[in-house]
């Protein structure tokens, strides 16, 4: 397979913010209003090429005189490429640049965050040896990528170092903690954000330690939520005690905060209070308008499948999401009475104040092709968009199922029939005959974006591995494929063409969530590859991308987002 590139330069566009009500009529308007040009029809099927080794990098100041290029030589120069819907790009690269010492040569290597423009131009974000804003001394960047970076749709690209968290914003970098926030306080230091999330209004959740100033260690550890103009961080839930809206409960082990656009926060914990009756009672507990309250917390009684069943051990929030409309998808296994080990796992839907229902539990039927089937273990994190719609891998059971055909990638819209996205053992789209899926979605490596496409990566049979993705008919397209050929040429009439050796893509996402994501609501992807002549790269996908809306196009998304996806498989109970 051969895939062609044209790099393709996009005007900027002003972003909309997409409420959480009116989902369908919100999209249209995101997609209306608010998206780059895409090439044209036969374009939109090519590959834009964001950066490639070898070629020319963006010089930091004072370096005019220096021609700095993208790394050769290095096992992995580029990585962490996430995308907007604007099309930006934020993603890890290392850049090299020639000087001497003496009169001796020498190459200069630095890890850099990079984020591509609208207009397709590259700009650094920060690079290893850059001044750390708001240092007291002379402390400069170093270990760029204990965080990968994530970008919103205002362009905002948020990352941790090791010398604490940032915002670039419009080119300017500023510290999540600043003097300011740090004078709150006093005689002690924050450490730098664990779990950093971002979402469009320019907030972000994280979770940071507060230490006596010669402590190692602390178990004073705090959810916070900040905006980088604000001078002040908002606290969500602490180790200690006193959190707004349970103050009487004990919660410990805080972890892995999304946040949506609202401003809402969904995060795992463990709880402990008169009301909750097992001990180390891991939970999901959400903030909604700054007050704590529980999703779930193990030995919580589960009247969605019986009176008697409770939430079980650790089990509770093994992977969970959030979209803009607040609602928290999540796993739990469940212990019937009687019972020392959890009996099943299920998958739930906690909508706040209007309740929590269940999406299914392991044994409801699944009927495929006139055989009965039944969902066997949930595996990986299931992802929510903004349309209610959820995506997730498990494993199926029945009389005709075996390890060759047993994990499978199902989509639920809600009030609709459920969807198979892809089931292992099927023949793979866009390859060889008789090549099959087969490790689906590994390390929740699969994304739904507001127009209800799923993207995954998947093993084959013959031992490649490809990413895939929908387009608006729910037609699964090879988006790349190792031992595929990829035109990574700027000039159409000069290819230069590659063999792929290895990918990145970056899943796990809903686009309302605050984690980064590498497939936007317009369906573009961003992934980085290896060549066999140790070549690397970072692209733009637009194989199964909305091009840009005209009126006619706008009412046929509406309709699409509004209408049952044909391969209905089953509903969901």
């Given amino acids: 397979m051969i895939l062609n590139s044209s790099r393709t330069r996009c005007a900027p566009r002003t972003f909309l913010a997409v409420a959480s009500t009116g989902r369908i009529l919100s999209l249209v308007a995101l997609l209306t209003f608010c998206s780059p040009p895409l090439p044209s029809a036969e ?27 993208f790394a050769t030589r290095l096992a992995r120069p580029f990585e962490s490429v996430a995308i907007n819907d604007l099309g930006q790009t934020a993603f890890i690269g290392t850049i090299e640049t020639p000087d001497t010492i003496g009169d001796r040569p020498v190459v200069r290597r630095r890890d850099s965050i990079l984020r591509s423009q609208t207009d397709g131009d590259l700009a650094l974000v920060v690079s290893e040896g850059d001044s750390v804003p708001g240092s007291p001394g002379n402390d400069t960047f170093r270990l760029l990528s204990v965080t990968d970076p994530i970008i919103n749709n205002r362009g905002q690209v948020a990352f941790v170092a090791s010398q604490g968290g940032f915002l670039d914003d419009a080119g300017v970098l500023k510290p999540i903690i600043d003097e300011s926030v740090a004078d709150s306080f006093p005689g002690k230091r924050l450490s730098s954000p664990l779990w950093l999330t971002l979402n469009d209004r320019g907030q972000m959740a994280f979770v ?13 550890f705090r959810l916070f939520l900040a905006q980088v103009d604000s001078p002040e961080l908002k606290l969500i839930a602490r180790s200690e005690g006193g959190s707004p809206g349970l103050e009487d409960s004990s919660i410990s082990q805080i972890s892995t905060p999304l946040l949506n656009d609202q401003g809402e926060i969904a995060f795992n914990a463990v709880l402990s209070s008169e009301q909750v009756s097992a001990p180390n009672g891991s939970a999901v507990l959400r903030s909604d308008s700054g007050a704590l309250s529980v999703v779930a917390v193990r030995g919580q009684p589960v009247p969605e499948i019986s009176d008697q069943g409770q939430f079980a051990v650790s089990e509770v929030g ?39 229902q269940l999406v299914w539990r392991q044994g409801n039927a699944v009927p495929i092709s006139d055989s009965e089937l039944t969902y066997g273990v949930a595996q990986t994190t299931p992802v929510l968009n903004s349309q209610g719609q959820l995506l997730f891998r498990t494993t199926l059971r029945g009389e ?49 974006n507001g127009l209800g496409q799923a993207a995954f990566t998947s093993t ?29 040429s700027d000039d159409p009439l000069m290819p230069d063409l590659r063999e792929v050796r290895s990918f990145e893509f970056i899943g796990g996402s809903g686009n309302e969530d605050g984690r980064r994501s590498a497939f936007n609501e317009r369906g573009q992807l961003a992934f980085s590859a290896t060549f066999t002549d140790n070549s690397h790269g970072v692209f733009i996908s637009n194989l199964v991308a909305v091009p840009e809306p005209t009126s006619a196009s706008v009412v046929a998304v509406a309709l699409t987002l509004a209408s049952a996806r044909r391969r209905c498989v089953s509903h969901i109970q």
Avoid: M, W
């Avoid at 929908?470 to 790349?480: A, H, T, W």
């Fill in 400 to 448: 005709d199922v075996d390890e060759t055909n047993e994990d499978a990638i199902v989509r639920q819209t809600p009030g609709q029939l459920a969807e198979l996205v892809a089931r292992r053992g099927d023949p793979a789209p866009g390859v060889e005959d008789g090549v099959l899926f087969r490790e689906l979605a590994l390390v929740a490596n699969h994304s739904i």
């Fill in 43 to 69: 374009a939109s099927s090519k590959l834009q090429t964001v950066a490639l080794t070898g070629d020319p990098a963006p010089r930091r100041p004072g370096e005019e005189d220096k021609d700095p290029i």
């Fill in 318 to 356: 093994g992977g969970f999401g959030i979209n803009n409309a607040g609602e928290i998808p999540f796993y739990a296994s469940v212990k019937e009475p009687g019972r020392f080990a959890p009996t099943y796992v299920a998958l739930f839907i906690d909508a706040g104040s209007d309740g929590r």
């Fill in 208 to 220: 940071s330690g507060i230490f006596e100033p010669s402590a190692t260690q602390t178990d004073d």
């Fill in 460 to 488: 084959l049979s013959d031992n490649t591995s490809a990413l895939y993705a929908e387009d608006l008919s729910g037609d699964l397209k090879l988006i790349v494929r190792t031992g595929d050929l990829l035109d990574v």
